[in-house]
């Protein structure tokens, strides 16, 4: 089981917004910065939202994250076919030690 | 090109050692702190070890005594030692750049596939 709590599915249509929710606790999201990253099938992560809500450069503004308590959130609007991927949540665990990702959720695009 | 390119995966018995790879390009190497993060086929993200800019690493308890992180700064490099090695080792190991303005891990390789069986 993972420290972190992700659906483990989700999905939209084209066009769509759709959410999916990060729950932690006070030792991990409750006190750090939360990570989102993007899994598209066969390849590596990649980074897609740091510091709660922040975007690097080349992500599109459709993602979007946002954090409250010790539950974060990850908004995808204007929802692509290329946006059919995994989606991994993450943080530092201050109990822990250690850094920690959610399960993970899988976004099918219908 | 910044990337990062790991190598050393393969088919080990159980019980067996194995040494992974990572050779950094296109950035200072020795400014990051370095990371290892393995996937099992089908499973989700699991974080394994890091090293910092001084050497210093820091694992999970549930790798602790069994990995061993390290890195070659004049090389560029960084290494997983992996001894003992059972079949819930078997995953895809990615080594992962961590930016320290950001927190993140910003730079992922491709991964190399670590196999454990008889």
């Known amino acids: 089981q993972s420290v972190l709590t992700q659906p483990s599915s989700t999905s939209g249509t084209p066009g769509q917004r759709v959410t999916i929710s990060c729950s932690g606790s006070?030792?991990?999201?409750?006190?750090?910065?939360v990570y989102w990253y993007q899994q598209l099938p066969g390849t590596a992560p990649k980074l897609l939202i740091y510091?709660?809500?922040q975007r690097p450069s080349g992500v599109p503004d459709r993602f979007s994250g946002s954090k409250s308590g010790t539950s974060a959130s990850l908004a995808i609007s204007g929802l692509r076919s290329e946006d059919e991927a995994d989606y991994y949540c993450a943080t530092w665990d201050d109990s822990l030690f250690a850094w920690v990702f959610g399960g993970g959720t899988r976004l099918t695009v219908l | 090109e910044v990337q990062l390119v790991e190598s050393g995966g393969g088919l080990v018995q159980p019980g067996g050692s194995l040494r992974l790879s990572c050779e950094a390009s296109g950035f200072t190497f020795s400014y990051y702190d370095m990371h290892w993060v393995r996937q099992a086929t089908g499973k989700g993200l699991e974080w394994v070890s890091a090293i910092g800019t001084g050497g210093d690493p820091n694992y999970p308890g549930s790798v602790k005594g069994r990995f061993t992180i390290s890195r070659e700064n004049a090389k560029n490099s960084l290494y997983l030692q992996i001894s003992s090695l059972r079949a819930g080792d078997t995953a895809v190991y990615y080594c992962?750049?961590?930016?320290?303005?950001?927190?993140?891990?910003?730079?992922w390789g491709q991964g190399t596939m670590v196999t454990v069986s008889s």
């Open positions: 510091r709660n809500n």
């Open positions: 006070s030792s991990n999201i409750g006190n750090n910065d």
């Open positions: 992962a750049r961590r930016n320290p303005k950001w927190g993140a891990f910003d730079l």
